[in-house]
């Protein structure tokens, strides 16, 4: 069943997915060469609990961090660690979430370190728009796959491939809602969207092939033949008119 937000309800969502734009913006403002993603994952805490939320991730399934910080051919759901130093020309995707009054904003962003070779940017910026691309998909009337395909068909187009083994969700009381909100497939498929539902909607795109491995830490998900691959997500209302960008940051 999807549950349906009520107004008071879309109002925690609103603060939790403020306080991610917020963390989000505070870690894309030290990202540099010799960061750690420890110190990443520090900074957001600090964020987070400064403005009275609680990192979502956090024991999520055991997971360790208070964030993911994935880098260059990792996909999503690297941990932070100190042993891990940024590096010139690296990218990172930073995956946040946070619960506000029970609850939860999720949203994600890859970010570059310092200068990176022009491919690796229109590779962001693909991904970036991809996001979008699904977003504005996200109306009452239209199906979940209509997000789905709309992502698909914009990646393969610009030459990239998207990731299967993860898919987008519902968002709310619980980190993982239904629907799940694939990156792939034909238009008009799933449940109906309707007013009041909130979206995680996150295409994972790889420069290469989408295969993806799971390391041997049992979170992070890297590419199979190791090339590059970006992370972008929101949450999103599903609204009368236009659908509403929870996450924003900028
Ligand atoms: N944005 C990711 C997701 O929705 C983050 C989950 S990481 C986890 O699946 F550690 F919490 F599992
Ligand atoms: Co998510």
């Known amino acids: ?28 403002g030290v990202i540099a060469p010799n960061v750690t ?35 260059n051919s990792e996909v999503v759901h690297g941990i932070p660690s100190s042993g891990v130093r940024l590096q010139e020309g690296d990218i990172v995707s930073i995956d946040l979430g946070v619960i506000y009054k029970g609850f939860i904003g999720d949203a994600a962003v890859t970010v570059p370190v310092g200068q990176i070779p022009a491919e690796t940017e229109r590779l962001l ?6 996001l979008y691309m699904g977003i504005e998909k996200a109306t009452p009337d239209n ?34 809602e239904e629907p ?32 993806v491995n799971i390391l041997k830490d049992g979170w992070t998900a890297k590419t199979a033949d190791g090339k590059l691959s970006a992370h972008f997500e929101h949450t999103v209302l599903v609204a009368k008119n236009h659908p509403k960008i929870l996450t924003k940051w900028a």
């Open 125 to 130: 910026k693909i991904t970036e728009q991809a």
């Open 143 to 176: 199906r979940v796959s209509d997000i789905s395909n709309a992502i698909q068909r914009f990646v393969e187009s610009n030459g990239y491939s998207v990731v299967k083994a993860f898919v987008g969700h519902g968002v709310g009381r619980s980190l993982h």
């Open 37 to 71: 993603t420890r110190e990443l994952d520090q900074i957001a805490e600090a964020v987070i609990k400064s403005r009275g939320g609680e990192p979502a991730f956090k024991g999520y399934r055991g997971y360790p961090a208070s964030i993911c910080t994935s880098v």
């Open 180 to 211: 799940q909100i694939p990156n792939f497939g034909p238009p008009g498929k799933g449940p109906v969207l309707r007013e009041g539902m909130t979206l995680a909607i996150e295409p994972m795109v790889n420069e290469g092939s989408y295969k």
């Open 1 to 28: 069943m999807i549950i349906i937000k009520s107004r008071d309800e879309i109002k925690k969502m609103v603060k939790a997915s403020e306080i991610v734009a917020e963390a989000i913006l505070a870690i894309k």
